[in-house]
């Protein structure tokens, strides 16, 4: 009977390890901060001319989306109110993405201070936001 205790205990611990493994790796990937654009634009732009890639968080800029069609290529400008920030984006913009959306976008720093970015990401506005008045 000592002999399956065991076994069932070495099972046991086995598991218990690969789940914290992955509760641990999901927390690490979505855990990713982001910065503003004038946080990026004091300091964080270091880290991605370094070849890491960032996250930063704006706003599009209203009359800034150039829609390449034949290239497939989209380029706007995020701002968060102080700064401003260029981007080039190759795909599709998800279904949400439209001038003063929020946006986090991740990608690289160019020498020519723009942000080429693999991934956009527009934050849903909320369904449950006050009516103006008179609507």
């Not at 700064?83 to 998800?94: D, K, S, T």
């Given at each position: 009977m000592k002999k399956k205790n065991v076994k069932f205990i070495i099972g046991g611990a086995i598991i218990a390890v690969a789940i914290i493994y992955l509760v641990y790796s999901g927390i690490q990937e979505t855990a990713l901060y982001y910065f503003t654009v004038s946080e990026?634009?004091?300091?964080?732009?270091?880290?991605?001319?370094?070849?890491?890639?960032?996250?930063?968080?704006?706003?599009?800029?209203?009359?800034?989306?150039?829609?390449?069609?034949?290239?497939?290529?989209?380029?706007?400008?995020?701002?968060?109110g102080e700064?401003?920030?260029?981007?080039?984006?190759?795909?599709?913009?998800?279904d949400t993405f439209k001038?003063?959306?929020?946006?986090?976008?991740?990608?690289?720093?160019?020498?020519?201070k723009v942000l080429e970015v693999d991934k956009i990401m527009a934050k849903c506005p909320s369904k449950y936001e006050a009516e103006q008045k008179g609507e």
């Open positions: 990026f634009k004091e300091g964080g732009f270091s880290l991605a001319y370094g070849g890491e890639s960032v996250r930063v968080n704006g706003s599009v800029l209203d009359g800034s989306i150039q829609w390449d069609s034949q290239e497939g290529i989209l380029r706007f400008i995020i701002s968060d700064n401003e920030l260029p981007i080039i984006y190759q795909g599709v913009a998800p001038s003063g959306a929020e946006v986090v976008v991740e990608g690289k720093y160019t020498p020519e």
